[in-house]
């Protein structure tokens, strides 16, 4: 499936000139979807997970429940506020 998309792309086989743009928007949309979904969603997480410690956690409305306790090692672990 990808050869006959990158074949697009490229021009080539009979009457390949007038295929070629649906070839490149073809390969160009791939690349594109790629790259947001490998490189630009992980981005976006790690600035929302920031923000919910810096800002959203000071108030108890928006509150997580987890907390960060130092342990005995030195070690911080999360504590999710239950009962033990």
């Not at 295929?19 to 690349?31: D, F, Q």
């Amino acid at each position: 499936m990808r050869v006959r998309q990158v074949s697009l792309g490229v021009g080539y086989g009979a009457d390949g000139a007038s295929r070629r743009p649906l070839g490149m928007v073809i390969v160009g949309g791939l690349v594109v979807s790629q790259f947001i979904t490998l490189y630009v969603t992980p981005v976006i997480y790690l600035y929302l997970e920031q923000f919910q410690v810096n800002v959203l956690n000071r108030t108890s409305f928006f509150h997580s429940g987890q907390t960060q306790i130092p342990s005995a090692g030195g070690q911080i672990t999360a504590h999710d506020g239950a009962a033990d």
